[in-house]
């Protein structure tokens, strides 16, 4: 049987629940920088709703918004391991 970290195995209970979180990382998967109606768009869900999402994918470390100070325009992209949860899902 293939042994799993605990931060794995952390971050895939997190991500496995909710078909949104596995699209976002997925969206995010060809390292582009992306915004949140962009993702949104790829997703599948209205804009208002992404950002519960990637707020909580970002506390993981799984995506990161290299703009924090924009109230407009974030840009979003996948970490390191929000790649390793990618070859798990």
Do not use: W
Not at 34 to 57: F, M, N, W
Not at 77 to 83: A, L, P, R, V
């Amino acid at each position: 049987m293939k042994e799993y970290s605990d931060e794995i195995i952390e971050f895939l209970v997190y991500v496995k629940p909710s078909k949104y979180r596995q699209k976002i990382l997925i969206s995010l998967k060809d390292e582009k920088l992306k915004i949140p109606s962009e993702i949104a768009r790829d997703v599948g869900v209205i804009t208002s709703h992404i950002s519960i999402y990637l707020s909580g994918l970002k506390e993981k470390n799984l995506i990161k918004c290299i703009n924090e100070e924009a109230t407009k325009g974030r840009l979003y992209h996948i970490t390191e391991n929000g790649k390793k949860v990618l070859k798990y899902i």
